[in-house]
Every structure is written in structure tokens, then in C-alpha cells.
């Protein structure tokens, strides 16, 4: 299986060959792969680039994805999220600092246009090409109809207009990469509703239902992807639309009422998170899995 004198470090070392030599053997990773492992056979394509994650509460699956992009020196890791303390507290996380050169915060709030092209601006001048774009912030199931600050259904607002103004605005820097990506996080939500253009804001929240919102959202998510391959690809930009799973690791979830939860199947009768939804390691493999580097 190895080549004669290959020396290993440890037993991590010969396992992460061993998956790197069946990935090249395959094309696949194993269904229990994690983030790091993934990450470990892609390291070669994580250095050097120029990374930029929006969400990254620390328990989420944009902090998940930062620290093991971390680990293999990107040239540039842009942390963008709406708390300032969780970017800081995920940069100590993962290993960085506030005088770590290669990595960098940006504070934006997705429900609000002003402070989006804010945020752009700010990493246009910063970070000239872009090699990758995982729009991974996100909210779910708010009980209540709320709206942005231009009046869009909240969930639409940051899941899907947010993130496009975002991508598009950052366009000039994605294709001045030799294989620009965006990595739009969805969700098997899709299959709930696909997206109500008549009626996007539910009738001004007459009609609104938490899942069903979510779910537009969601479908507007991959429409994005496959517009942005659609449009740009002869001009080298990528995109993938990916489904993580269900996450019981995450924040995502919790203004949703415990009943619904466990009428979901994502949580047991006792109040515990469901054994059978897996950790946001194994979620944030398939962030990875898509290749984007």
C-alpha cells in the first residue's frame, strides 16, 4: 500500500494516508468522514488560497470548517459573522489570535443591505481574488414572522438575499481566482417549499409558517448555485449548493420549540439531541467534501 521507506509520525499520520490513497483510488470519502480528515487530504489545495466563511458561532459549522482550514496555512482566512465576540472567540478557538496575518474578522449583519455592501467593500480592498466563498450563515424557523431591515421575510432575507448580495458583490475578487468557488450551505429544507415568487413575504406574514419559510429559503439557495455555474463557469467560478444533514451540535435550532424538535426526530423524548444526527465535525466534512479548494 506504501511506498517503500515512507516514515509516519503517528498512527493519525498512516490514517490520514490511508484515506488520502482510497480518496485517489475512489473519488469518495467514506460516509463518517470529518472535517479534518477531509481537510488533511485536500491540505495541498487549502494552502496559499484566500478563504472567506460567513458564520462562525463557535459550536457552529462555519467555526468547524475555519479550524481545520486554519491548520493547513490558507494564505487569507476572512471570518465574516454578525458578533464581533463570536468571530473573536472562534479566532482564539481554532488556534489564531488578533495578530495572527492570515486570519481576519468582519463584522456584517446579513439582514441589512447597507451593512452587506459594507462588509464587501471592506474585503475588496482587503483580499483582491477570492479562491473561495462558503456562505454558511444562517437562521431557522423563527416562530415569529419578522423582517429585514428592507422588508424582506427574515429567513429569505439572510439565508438567500443577504448571501447574494454578498457573492455578487464580490464577483470581481471570485473571478480574479484561477478557480473561483461558492460554497452556498442549504438543506434537505428545500424539499418543504420551493420558492413563492408571487409571494415571498407570506402576505406580510398572514400566511407565514416557520418550516415553510425555511424551506424558500433553502431552494433559494441552490437556485444560486446553479445560476452562478450557469452564468460564470466558462469564466472558471464554481459553485456547489450542500446539504451538511441535520446538526444537533449547532446553534441553528434553538428558538425552535423542543416539541417540534423531537416531533422532528432530531431530538428524544428525554430533552437530549438524538444520537442518530451526527456532530458538526461530520457535517462540516461535507463543506469540504465538495472540493472547493
Known sequence: MFHRGTVFSSDKEVMQSVLKRQVEQSGKFPPDSTAESVAAVLADEITSKTIIITGVSPSGLGAEAARVIFKHNPKLLILASRSKKAIDDTIVAIGGSSASKNVRAVEFDLSDFKSVRKAAEEILETAPAVDVLINNAGIMMLPEFKTTKQGNEMQFGVNHLGHFLFTNLLIPSLLQSPAGC??????????????????????????????????????????????????????????????????????????????????????????????????????GSIILYCRSF
Open 182 to 283: 461558492v460554497v452556498n450551505i442549504s438543506s434537505a429544507g428545500h424539499r418543504v417549499s420551493g420558492v413563492h415568487l408571487e409571494d415571498v413575504n407570506f402576505s406580510n406574514g398572514k400566511t407565514y409558517e416557520p418550516f415553510i419559510a425555511y424551506g424558500q429559503s433553502k431552494s433559494s439557495n441552490i437556485l444560486f448555485s446553479v445560476s452562478l455555474t450557469h452564468k460564470l463557469g466558462k469564466k472558471g467560478l464554481r459553485s456547489f449548493a450542500v446539504d451538511p444533514g441535520a446538526i444537533n451540535t449547532t446553534g441553528l435550532n434553538l428558538g425552535i420549540p423542543m416539541e417540534k424538535k423531537i416531533e422532528m426526530g432530531w431530538w428524544d423524548t428525554d430533552g437530549t439531541p438524538s444520537a442518530n444526527i451526527p456532530v458538526h465535525s461530520r457535517g
